[in-house]
């Protein structure tokens, strides 16, 4: 999954950025609202965290602009503000939730779990396709034949691209912007790596190639 953060102070934007990084995300870090438009412009996101204090154009502002623009992208404000009155203008002005710094990193991606599947329309921690299970938590996936089948980082990022929306097709270029952020050098055959490591864990039959146009899992059964 691939997260946009929009935070102007550097020892927060950097602490993270790490976190999202441990937690298996792909994280782009801007600093003021202007790129982060811009970036929301190009790129696909699966989440926004968007500080509220930030130079030029205010976080406020910025949370308009993307909702004027039709975008709706799960977001999440950070925020050291907390009048009553902030906390409702993000609200109403279409954040999905708030966090107050100083914040524990662990709280911040429990809350983004928490976002990620009220938006995919799930109560529970867990994706799946009747085939394979994913749990977001433990990152373990499951089969009918094993269950608690340990995953890479990796591994977990591009099944977890590919439950979210089951019966669809990722390209590779697709599954690349999904995987890796800004500066993260990936090497050409990445993803097919990735695939072939999925199918010998999971069994070959869960991850469909679809020739010339990517792969997919298929629908809910
Ligand atoms: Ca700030």
Redesign the pocket.
Same mark, same amino acid.
């Given at each position: 999954m691939r997260i946009l953060l929009v935070?102007?102070?550097p020892m927060?934007g950097d602490a993270i950025q790490r976190a999202l990084s441990d937690a298996s995300y792909a994280a782009d870090w801007v600093k003021n609202g202007l790129t982060g438009l811009a970036a929301l412009d190009t790129q696909h996101y699966d989440l926004v965290l968007l500080?509220? !204090?930030?130079?030029g154009k205010d !976080?406020l502002e910025i949370l308009t602009s993307i909702r004027a623009g039709g975008n709706p992208v799960p977001l999440l404000i950070i925020?050291?503000r907390d009048s009553l009155d902030d906390r409702l203008r993000g609200l109403d002005g279409g954040a999905d939730d708030y966090l107050l710094k100083p914040f524990d990193m662990a709280e911040l991606l429990a809350r983004m779990r928490a976002v990620l599947r009220r938006k995919g329309g799930s109560a529970l921690p867990l994706l799946g396709n009747g085939v394979v299970s994913l749990d977001l938590l433990s990152k373990e996936a499951s089969t009918e034949e094993h269950s608690g089948i340990a995953l890479s980082s990796r591994e977990f990022a591009l099944l977890q691209a590919l439950l979210i929306r089951p019966g669809a097709i990722l390209s590779r270029s697709e599954l690349e912007d999904r995987l890796y952020g800004w500066g993260n050098e990936v090497e050409s055959n990445a993803i097919e790596f990735l695939i072939h490591a999925l199918r010998r864990k999971l069994g070959s039959h869960v991850i469909k190639n679809v020739r010339g146009m990517g792969w997919m899992v298929s629908k809910n059964v």
């Open positions: 935070e102007d102070d927060i500080d509220l !204090g930030l130079p !976080g925020t050291a």
